[in-house]
């Protein structure tokens, strides 16, 4: 006889999830998921994220954002496993919306391979340090870009770079005074430049917004399909043509947003919460 299929409330009851992590990341994560969803949770041991892509570039990140974060997690679910999977992918650079200032672009994802089951959300956001300094010309450079980015309380990288632009990491995770002295006294004949170093273990800043898609996550599982009560319902996409406040024709900004429940199918359908679009996004009125 096959087991009864799970209720709603019991999606999570005596589940382990697995965090897929090598660089801190449980230390947010873990706690608000025992907290708020009773889910006890673990770490693979020896797990290597640098397979999928480093900040450095000594392993490039092949896959978009989200691919890599699925088969992030379904490789440590493999590696141990366990069918309940989290896990976290980070993308620096210019804001999408304020291209003139750095951005942090956090995604988080949940895999339930037992009630089939993929749920994503995203914060980004301008709360970031990250920048970097393409030449240092001496010890007094170094250490003002130091301080502008929160150093030591945040790690930074330093690197070799050669007439034709080929870099070499020096040296990761430079936490401390004396050994951001000490590695530049060591290599200061080369060409260098300094980064700010992103992996969340030597970046509290980041560590905090992954803390704020966590718990962004963790509100979309607890609301309930109203048909099915169902956890995570809030899968998003929209209906475009919203009108023109000028000219009435439909521009590429949502209508209608739909929210679906991944269970039972459900959609509830909302209106967007302006009538007519401005002008500007119009693309006959502004071209």
Request: proline letters at 7%; aromatic letters at 8%.
């Amino acid at each position: 006889m096959s087991a009864a299929a799970p209720t709603p409330d019991s999606i999570w009851a005596g589940r382990t999830a697995i965090i897929a992590t090598q660089h801190g990341k449980e230390r947010v994560i873990g706690p608000l998921l025992l907290f708020h969803l009773g889910l006890s949770w673990r770490v693979p041991p020896d797990f290597n994220t640098d397979l999928f892509g480093t900040f450095t570039g000594e392993v490039e990140r092949v896959d978009d954002p989200i691919t890599t974060l699925r088969k992030k997690i379904t490789t440590a679910l493999d590696e141990t496993g366990e069918t309940l999977g989290i896990g976290n992918e980070g993308s620096f650079g210019p804001h999408p919306e304020m291209p003139w200032i750095p951005g942090d672009q956090e995604l988080l994802m949940l895999i339930d391979k037992e009630n089939k089951l993929e749920v994503v959300e995203m914060v980004t956001t301008t709360e970031t340090n990250y920048s970097s300094l393409s030449e240092i010309t001496s010890w007094e450079v170094l250490e003002n870009f130091a301080k502008q980015v929160l150093f030591p309380s945040h790690g930074l990288i330093l690197k070799s770079v050669t007439e034709t632009g080929i870099f070499t990491v020096i040296k990761k995770g430079i936490a401390d005074w004396s050994t951001l002295r000490e590695t530049f006294d060591r290599h200061q004949n080369e060409k260098l430049m300094a980064e700010t170093d992103m992996r969340a273990n030597y970046n509290p800043t980041r560590l905090n917004v992954i803390e704020q898609v966590t718990r962004k996550l963790i509100q979309r599982l607890e609301t309930k399909c109203p048909q099915c009560g169902w956890p995570a319902f809030g899968e998003v996409s929209w209906i475009t043509g919203l009108p023109c406040e000028n000219c009435n024709r439909p521009t590429r900004l949502g209508k209608f947003k739909l929210t679906t429940c991944q269970h039972c199918g459900f959609i509830k359908e909302d209106p967007a919460a302006s009538p007519l679009a401005s002008a500007q996004f119009c693309d006959f009125c502004n071209p």
